[in-house]
């Protein structure tokens, strides 16, 4: 195995420590091959029975954007409805998307009936597949981030909405839309904490059996 140097696993707590989720973009463009250099993290990424079921959509047309962000006023709208009090009001006014700004988008689905890697482990366990999805994506954000650029996961959306305003096939399930550019700031602190709604562990609930 490759060992790693003591300034190597501090600068890799320090990326992990400063990746955040990212609502507030500058609309610079972001550069193709900067852009191409991150989503090689997919090509890294482990998946179950190496299935890689992992399936992108960039979203760019003016009618795909506007479709997704509608689609986000609209869920975002019902889950106001669902507080009430001083959690509506605090709620009411937090930036949980960056889509109106960010230059580059994707939204991210799961192949549910991918032939790659012939089911090994996901015939028991079929979810296994969209928490490869899941650990692509972490590998992707934090090569995001690594090189300045900020990630925002929007996830309050329909995703079967989604699907059918981007007329994706019926066996791909979405597991998040996000929005990538340059952050109009970098701060190690969850912008969610920030603003008061909630707060961070402060000891991992770690149980022995």
Known sequence: ???????????????????????????????????????????????????????????SSNGARKAALENFKA?????????????????????????????????????ETTDKGAGLGAKSMPEMRRYSVVSA?????LAVRSRGLGLGWVSILDPEQLARDLDVPKSWSLVGYFCLGWPEE?????ELEKAGWESRRGALPLEVR
């Open 1 to 59: 195995m490759h060992a790693f140097s003591d300034e190597f696993q501090s600068d890799l707590e320090d990326l992990m420590r400063w990746r955040r989720d990212v609502r507030r973009f500058r609309t610079d463009p972001v550069d193709e091959a900067l852009l191409t250099r991150c989503l090689d993290a997919f090509l890294m990424a482990p998946s179950v029975g190496l299935s890689e079921p992992w399936r992108l959509i960039r979203v």
């Open 75 to 111: 869920a975002n709208a019902e889950a106001l409805s669902g507080y009430s009090g001083e959690k509506a009001q605090l709620y009411s006014g937090l930036k949980l998307s960056g889509m109106e700004d960010a230059p580059v988008q994707f939204a991210i689905f799961c192949d």
């Open 137 to 141: 994506i972490m590998l992707f954000w």
């Open 186 to 190: 970098a701060t190690d602190s969850p």
